[in-house]
Nanobody, 125 residues
Framework: VQLQASGGGLVQAGGSLRLSCAATGRTFSSTVMVWFRQAPGREREYVAGISRTGSSTYYADSVKGRFTISRDNAKSTAFLQMNSLKPEDTAVYYC???????????????????WGQGTQVTVSS
């Protein structure tokens, strides 16, 4: 699976952005999709995950209620809708995938085999 993340940018606090992750290669619907983020000087952090069918989602406490992950298997694309953005959401956001897991609650990056190139999200105060 090859992943291409897009949609990042500069936004004021309280604003919204929608990230996309387009997949090519093997069957998209066989993979669990997740989003991570990494701020300068910090470790890569799990943000959200979605099951293969899209029926189940899981969020880090820091984004729960503000971010929504979704997927469109017909278009081989996953999304991360980010609302009520805060300066502390500033990071490079990465989409990732694996077909080795069934659930999407595994938060360690080493469990994901395929990674997008990252897209920068900057939230100004």
């Amino acid at each position: 699976v090859q992943l291409q993340a897009s949609g990042g940018g500069l936004v004021q606090a309280g604003g919204s952005l929608r990230l996309s992750c387009a997949a090519t290669g093997r069957t998209f619907s066989s993979t669990v999709m997740v989003w991570f983020r990494q701020a300068p000087g910090r470790e890569r952090e799990y943000v959200a995950g979605i099951s293969r069918t899209g029926s189940s989602t899981y969020y880090a406490d820091s984004v729960k209620g503000r971010f929504t992950i979704s997927r469109d298997n017909a278009k081989s694309t996953a999304f991360l809708q980010m609302n009520s953005l805060k300066p502390e959401d500033t990071a490079v956001y990465y989409c990732a995938a694996t077909s080795r897991l069934v659930g999407m609650t595994v938060t360690a990056p080493r469990n994901y085999d395929y990674w997008g190139q990252g897209t920068q999200v900057t939230v100004s105060s």
